[in-house]
């Protein structure tokens, strides 16, 4: 199973960066590189949780995933996929935010049990080009808070 583990400062406090990362409004595709509006679909939304399809096109055709987000813990937001055509359920993606210096520190965990096409990307997860990846879409994430 890949995964993935990076963490970046942010000048934001936890709260806040916890708010934005809850957002599935149109801001998410300005936030979020890998989502794009015409493949971001909200199922179903409750206060502390909500099931989302969010995706983007690739070389290889269109990449999403149905996602199933809870933020019932104070310092998390929590995604398990229901159905995707890269991952398979109960793959994982968190981000965590805690108080740093002022701010926060901001972490990205995802664990990835890869199926279909996506079993293509499994050779850049040894590699750290997954890991590059996922720091670049956090980075671009906390810039556009």
């Known amino acids: 199973m890949p995964s993935v583990r990076v963490a970046?400062?942010?000048d934001l406090p936890p709260d806040v960066v916890?708010?934005?990362a809850r957002?599935?409004?149109e801001q998410r595709a300005d936030r979020w590189p890998d989502v794009h509006l015409e493949h971001l679909r909200i199922h179903e939304m409750g206060d502390t949780w909500a099931e989302v399809t969010e995706g983007n096109p690739w070389p290889i055709g269109v990449v999403w995933e149905r996602l199933r987000y809870d933020w019932s813990d104070p310092h998390a937001l929590r995604g398990t996929v229901?159905?995707?055509n890269l991952f398979k359920p109960g793959s994982t993606w968190?981000?965590?935010a805690t108080p740093e210096d002022g701010g926060s520190r901001v972490e990205v965990r995802a664990n990835r049990h890869l199926r279909g096409?996506?079993?293509l990307l499994y050779p850049f997860f040894p590699t750290g080009?997954?890991?590059s990846t996922v720091r670049d879409h956090l980075k671009h994430f906390l810039a556009n808070i």
Do not use: C, N
């Open 94 to 96: 968190e981000l965590w």
């Open 82 to 84: 229901v159905d995707s």
């Open 117 to 119: 096409r996506g079993l």
């Open 23 to 25: 957002d599935f409004s």
């Open 8 to 10: 970046e400062h942010s």
């Open 18 to 20: 916890l708010a934005a």
């Open 129 to 131: 080009v997954a890991a």
